[in-house]
């Protein structure tokens, strides 16, 4: 057996895993009592995945730094308050710590050479250890909905940084500062005045329906509507609070999903959106945990070089005016880009996008150097698609790997930014 996952309130580690010591590689023991594992859990010699998410656990048990195989740790939804040194193996690659009381990381981080993704959104972290700046595999950090008053430089400087958020803090969020956003991009509407029907999909931080209007509203377009309610607390993205304010600061563009009307009802926070159109689908689909933090795609999906230039033109396009308006994205990626017959795409999903307005200058500008290095790997991922059939001579394919290539230099000012990036597309 490689896979065990166990929901039954279990309040002490079942000792029955480990008649599967030899083979087992992912253990999901989420939505359980636990606050402590065995003395002996390094007997799993080839677990891989440890998913120990909505325990009771109140500190990372040191024993799972003896694990020689562990790489991904999820204790999401605990009662963590302390992090000791040294507790977790150094060639851990994907943490997930959302959602706990934590209020500092140990030191030891920094010797987390292969770590990916880290998660710590809604904490109560004031900083980062210093040592962390050693973490140079870094490529998604969540820093969302904690007690950050600042961020340090270095970890603009990081060179695999891709996806970063950070809203929800005090040095960037009216939920801290309390004062209301100033945004009059779209006008307030009622819950009231919207028929909700369908669920049409669900996130972390809310549910988005599809909606008419019970009368008709001229200045608002359609009556068909798309309207996303968003859940009440804190999510792995932040609070709601701080992606509404994004959806409205990113005001209007033709690829990015179209904000009509703000909901701010007694106990309701949502947002009203044009329908997207029929025929739009999926670029590509979420990273699983062989990728880790890579796009994945549906087998036989290939595009020419024309269409590859489309679809990373507009999306450098869009990133673009986000980044003027002052919005990091913080999630670009295939997976919240829909894309037609076209290649026209439309950018959605602002769950982790954060207000740079708040950042120091050299910040600022390297937070979009960040994201460009997400176009590039979404460009390197449309590159090497198996079905491709690429001509390796072809000029295009020769300008859109040099930019691929411009977009990963690991010097972050050096990389271009989303308007040199668009210029030299165009060129």
Request: glycine share 6%.
């Amino acid at each position: 057996m490689k896979r065990i996952q166990i929901q039954q309130q279990l309040t002490e580690f079942p000792r029955e895993v480990f008649d599967h010591a030899d083979t087992l590689e992912i253990l999901d023991l989420g939505n359980n009592q636990l606050s402590q594992l065995p003395d002996d859990f390094p007997r799993l010699k080839k677990l891989k995945i440890l998913f120990l998410t909505n325990n009771h656990f109140t500190h990372i048990p040191p024993v799972l730094a003896q694990c020689p195989s562990l790489e991904m740790i999820a204790f999401k939804e605990n009662l963590l308050t302390e992090f000791a040194e040294n507790s977790i193996p150094e060639h851990t690659r994907w943490l997930i710590l959302t959602g706990n009381q934590l209020t500092r990381l140990p030191q030891s981080m920094g010797k987390l050479y292969r770590l990916q993704k880290l998660a710590l959104a809604g904490n109560q972290l004031s900083e980062l250890p210093d040592s962390m700046a050693n973490c140079r595999n870094l490529e998604l950090v969540r820093l969302s909905a904690n007690r950050f008053e600042s961020l340090p430089d270095w970890l603009f400087q990081l060179p695999r940084l891709s996806w970063l958020a950070f809203a929800g803090n005090p040095f960037s969020s009216s939920v801290f500062t309390g004062v209301e956003h100033e945004s009059k991009s779209v006008p307030f509407v009622h819950l009231s005045d919207i028929e909700l029907d369908e669920k049409l999909g669900e996130g972390a931080s809310g549910t988005i329906y599809r909606g008419h209007w019970k009368q008709a509203h001229e200045h608002l377009g359609e009556p068909d509507i798309a309207v996303k309610l968003f859940k009440g607390d804190v999510t792995s993205d932040g609070y709601p609070q701080d992606e509404l304010d994004c959806c409205l600061d990113a005001g209007h563009h033709p690829h990015i999903v179209k904000t009509i009307g703000e909901i701010k009802d007694p106990g309701e926070l949502g947002i009203v959106m044009e329908l997207i159109p029929a025929g739009y689908r999926n670029l590509g689909n979420p990273p699983n945990f062989d990728t880790c933090s890579r796009d994945t795609f549906a087998e036989g999906v290939s595009f020419t070089a024309g269409q590859i230039a489309k679809i990373v033109s507009d999306f450098a396009s869009a990133a673009h005016h986000l980044h003027q308006q002052g919005v990091s994205h913080g999630d670009l990626y295939a997976h919240n880009t829909l894309v037609n017959d076209q290649n026209e795409i439309l950018l959605g999903d602002f769950g982790a996008a954060s207000d740079c307005k708040t950042l120091p200058a050299n910040q600022r500008a390297d937070m979009e150097k960040v994201e460009v290095r997400a176009l590039g790997c979404l460009l390197d991922d449309l590159l090497t698609l198996p079905a491709n059939q690429l001509n390796e001579e072809e000029s295009l394919v020769k300008m859109l790997k040099s930019l691929r290539d411009q977009c990963f230099v690991e010097g972050v000012e050096q990389r271009p930014d989303f308007l040199k990036f668009l210029e030299t597309l165009s060129k």
